[in-house]
Nanobody, 121 residues
């Protein structure tokens, strides 16, 4: 069984920063891509940032230059440093990871339960 647990969400004012963490645990053989998505009320879930096992990153245009994704492979953890937060960043943030649980098992996506980020103006 694999679990992804996010932490670090909260309520901040516009212009402030938050750092989200997501730790994967359980029966893990390897982790490929890790990433963050978000879903605002009444909107579809959207990609925020992803990072490959080799460290290549991709960001949504709306967060480029403000958010930084990173990972610690030894800890099976992915981070999202969010700076210069805006009210439109308010959403539930979900981490996800492509995880292989055994050498002969195909990797599949796993999701965390989500953490709320609220940015007041």
């Amino acid at each position: 069984q694999v679990r992804l647990v996010e932490s670090g969400g909260g309520l901040v004012q516009a212009g402030e920063s938050l750092r989200l963490s997501c730790a994967a645990s359980g029966s893990i053989f390897s982790i490929n891509v890790m990433g963050w998505h978000r879903q605002a009320p009444g909107k579809q879930r959207e990609l925020v940032a992803v990072i490959t096992g080799g460290g290549d990153t991709t960001y949504a245009d709306s967060v480029k230059g403000r958010f930084t994704i990173s990972r610690d492979n030894a800890k099976n953890t992915v981070y999202l440093q969010m700076n210069s937060l805006k009210p439109e960043d308010t959403a539930v943030y979900y981490c996800n990871a492509e995880i292989r649980t055994a050498i002969m098992v195909a990797r599949r996506p796993y999701w965390g339960q989500g953490t709320q980020v609220t940015v007041s103006s």
